[in-house]
């Protein structure tokens, strides 16, 4: 049976946003010794707006933003929708719908156009090595302004490069040092590169980042951040969190987030508010020491 304080704990979260779906949730963050959190869309608005178009030769610009954003208007990634928005503002012709059209997790998209394969998503979907001979020293400075770098590929190799710049929350900053000061230990974990990663996790002021991971890697590092600290949150808001999200301790979703991580997490930022954390935190480590 439910204790009364944890109860009153309960509808006193829920009036200040955030939604525990069980009792248990509420006293395992009192335990908390470390958070796991996703960037874009949890530590970052998740909104990113196109910053840099770089293109091949034989190529035109109003050619290349109608191949990508036909690509990408099938995928429902934040990358994808802030291209398709940017490309219709610059094209004159309306984009078409490609054939045997692929969303590959944490990775990119592919379809054909005209008999042509296009790919778009990070340096290693495309290939690594070509994506690195394709303008590097321009791609790694603007990579190390905190911006993602996706990539385009049709049958000639490397077509051209787009990059994106997501902004880091207003309450990011605040929410991550409320966690120190609670004495845990705050991780981000992307899908971004290493460059981009590390921009972004110094402007949040984290303790530690992970780039490149694919939604397993997320998996793995919330099981190793398990082994060695004990009681582990992880927030997220993609399809890609949600396996990180049911392996985790407690399981915290962004309320805009998606339907699949809402379902599977544990805790509902019903405003996105990352703050919220820290202070259930010190709500449940009241209302613990009222149980015992
Ligand atoms: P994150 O963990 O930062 O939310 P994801 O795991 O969703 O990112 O994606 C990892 C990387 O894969 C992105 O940074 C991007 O480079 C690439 N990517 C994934 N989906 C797409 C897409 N639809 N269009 C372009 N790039 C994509
Ligand atoms: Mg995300």
Request: charged share 25%.
């Amino acid at each position: 049976s439910i204790m009364p304080a944890t109860l009153s704990a309960i509808s006193n979260g829920a009036r200040h946003g955030i939604l525990f779906k069980g009792g248990i949730h509420l006293e395992n963050l009192g335990n908390l010794q470390a958070i796991a959190l996703d960037k874009t869309g949890t530590l970052t608005k998740g909104k990113p707006e196109v910053t840099d178009v770089i293109i091949r030769e034989d190529l035109n610009e109003e050619d290349f933003l109608f191949h990508i954003a036909s690509v990408e208007n099938y995928s429902n990634h934040p990358l994808a929708t802030s291209i398709v928005r940017y490309a219709k503002t610059k094209l004159h012709r309306d984009i078409i719908k490609p054939v045997n059209m692929e969303d590959i997790s944490g990775n990119g998209v592919q379809a054909y156009i005209n008999g042509v394969l296009w790919q778009v998503g990070k340096a290693d979907f495309v290939g690594r090595s070509e994506a690195e001979r394709f303008q590097n020293g321009i791609a790694l400075r603007l990579a190390e302004q905190g911006k993602t770098i996706v990539y385009a590929k049709d049958d000639h190799g490397i077509a051209g490069i787009l990059t994106l710049k997501d902004i880091v929350r207003d309450e990011t900053v605040a929410a991550i040092e409320a966690l120190r000061n609670e004495g845990i230990h705050t991780v981000m974990l992307t899908g971004d590169g290493e460059k981009t990663a590390k921009a972004i996790a110094s402007e949040s002021h984290i303790d530690a980042y992970i780039a490149e991971c694919l939604p397993e890697t997320k998996v793995t590092e919330v099981k190793k951040l398990k082994e060695h600290f004990g009681t582990v949150a992880m927030v997220g808001d993609g399809i890609n969190d949600a396996p990180a999200l049911a392996t985790a301790s407690v399981g915290i979703a962004m309320g805009e987030g998606t339907d699949v991580a809402l379902e599977t997490a544990d805790v509902v930022l019903m405003k996105n508010d990352l703050p919220r954390i820290a202070e259930a935190v010190k709500l449940s480590k009241k209302m613990n020491r009222i149980i015992k």
